[in-house]
């Protein structure tokens, strides 16, 4: 894994567990409507979906066609969040109330998961030739499947960031 994404995703799950960590746990489960997640729900979706990337992932490795695919903008098509999207079953949250320790202790596991998986890959360069598809983004390189895992955490880190502001944290 080249440097930048580890970067990035150490650097973007650091303001994550920034944003929660002083969070009340009343806070933590708070929904500023009752359509709407509440931040732990938006923390467990972001653990569910880093799980189910490695998944993809890793199905996408077994593949003997080697279907290369052109780069997408995905980052362009994440973080722009007034394109809304509706969770896939697979990740969407749970409903039960959940205590701001036990969310970082999830991160730290899917995390610690996905750095683990990634060094099993011998050759790095075959994320780059073969593809899987992406619920929201379609057909996508497994290279950035990776990309799309702190990208997708930086458009949820802003959703917090209003939630907060919603519930006057």
Wanted: hydrophobic share 40%; with cysteine.
């Amino acid at each position: 894994m080249n440097n930048v994404v580890n970067d990035n995703l150490y650097e973007t799950r650091n303001n994550l567990v920034k944003e929660i960590t002083l969070l009340s746990d009343a806070q933590f489960n708070s929904k500023p409507d009752t359509g709407k997640w509440s931040i732990a729900q938006v923390c467990h979706h972001l653990v569910l979906v880093e799980e189910a990337s490695i998944k993809a992932i890793a199905w996408g490795l077994k593949e003997s066609d080697r279907t290369q695919k052109e780069r997408k903008n995905v980052q362009h098509f994440i973080l722009d969040r007034t394109k809304k999207f509706k969770a896939p079953k697979m990740v969407e949250p749970g409903v039960e109330p959940f205590e701001v320790q036990q969310i970082i202790n999830l991160l730290n596991d899917s995390r610690k998961k996905l750095i683990t998986f990634l060094s099993t890959i011998e050759d790095q360069s075959i994320l780059a030739e073969k593809s899987v598809k992406h619920p929201a983004l379609g057909e996508l390189r497994l290279d950035q499947w990776i990309e799309q895992i702190y990208l997708h955490e930086q458009r949820h880190i802003e959703q917090i960031k209003e939630i907060k502001l919603l519930l006057d944290v």
